[in-house]
């Protein structure tokens, strides 16, 4: 699991930790050289060609960064394309075929874009649609992009290919109005969904966006990430506690 963090000096830094929680190694500050207040921290790991890489964006530059995972030598860097307007890829998940899904968090901001990797650079194939304004997170899964909104209370699923609208899911959920910060699926269609402010974890249908259950995470603090481990199989979540002695933790729930 990685993890970007700004550190208490304001340094950018990357935590890599195992699946048990332990902290594997430290990178030095990212290749965005501004600090935006740790913003230029989203990150991906990624497999092209068998050779391991890591993707950072960084929103305010609007650059994401295609970078060796071990040696963090910089491959590629994207800046948008000269005469359109560029856009500032945030949060990002895979897609098909080796590809990675960004959502706009710049202009209309209101689509999930897509980039693939020629070799040498990051290449911008095309724009997915959504009805989400400036979508929080995207995932990915058999043929449905999910994002989501902590602003607008919304978690919406649309067809990869089409762009259609397959089913939204908008403000109160279970008796709370929701507020999603990030998304995963598991194996068996289930998406898991981080409602941030109300320290929970909801769960979907993948399919059809029902709610199917709520995992009571109260204690934690502000919810504001989630990843699924297939190799255990568990919930990788990661939460901040706030107060005078601000903390970033992360914790494992056994799903069966």
Not at 39 to 64: P, R
Not at 226 to 242: E, M, N, Y
């Amino acid at each position: 699991m990685l993890r970007g963090k700004t550190s208490e000096d304001a340094t950018p830094v990357i935590h890599h930790y195992s699946h048990q929680g332990e902290l594997i190694n430290t990178w030095p500050a990212l290749p965005c050289p501004e600090d935006h207040g740790g913003k230029n921290n989203f990150l991906l790991e990624i497999f092209i060609d068998s050779k391991q890489f890591l993707a950072v964006s960084c929103i305010c530059c609007k650059e994401t960064f295609l970078y060796t995972f071990l040696s963090g030598d910089v491959h590629s860097v994207y800046k948008g394309e000269p005469g359109k307007e560029t856009v500032g890829p945030q949060r990002m998940c895979l897609g098909p075929d080796n590809t990675i899904l960004a959502n706009d968090g710049s202009g209309e901001g209101n689509s999930v874009v897509q980039f693939t990797w020629n070799g040498t650079e990051l290449v911008m194939m095309k724009t997915i649609p959504t009805e989400i304004k400036y979508p929080y997170s995207v995932h990915y899964s058999e043929g449905r992009v999910f994002t989501c909104s902590w602003r607008d209370q919304v978690i919406c699923a649309v067809d990869y290919t089409s762009g259609e609208t397959l089913w939204k899911v908008q403000g109160e959920v279970r008796g709370k109005l929701c507020y999603p910060h990030d998304m995963c699926t598991d194996t068996h269609g289930r998406l898991y969904v981080a409602d941030g402010s109300n320290q929970r974890m909801l769960v979907l249908w993948a399919s059809t966006g029902e709610v199917i259950q709520e995992i009571d995470m109260q204690g934690l603090g502000a919810i504001l990430s989630v990843a699924w481990c297939s190799t255990q199989p568990h919930l990788v979540v990661w939460h901040i506690q706030f107060g005078e002695d601000k903390k970033y933790e992360i914790s494992y729930y056994n799903i069966t």
